[in-house]
């Protein structure tokens, strides 16, 4: 995987969940520049890039997570 091809995955993550730039750096390494600095070229690590994937497949997990407590407590309030 290229840099480029990283940098793609985490702007349509971004774009996905509707995270600012800033957050999504905060969130997943406590770095609100990390997206900045990499849209102006910033290569990471293999660390880096596991780090940064695991964050985004744990937060998508708590986002369905939440998405089917929604739908089920409509489903029990419109079942009452």
């Not at 998508?60 to 089920?72: C, G, N, T, V």
Request: charged letters at 30%.
């Amino acid at each position: 995987m290229t840099d480029d091809e990283f940098q793609l995955q985490v702007e349509a993550f971004i774009a996905r969940h509707g995270l600012s730039p800033t957050t999504f750096g905060l969130w997943a390494m406590n770095d609100s520049r990390f997206v900045f600095d990499l849209r102006r070229g910033r290569s990471c690590s293999l660390a880096t890039v596991g780090k940064i994937y695991r964050f985004m497949a744990e937060y998508e997990q708590k986002q369905e997570a939440k998405r089917l407590r929604r739908l089920h407590e409509n489903q029990q309030a419109v079942s009452r």
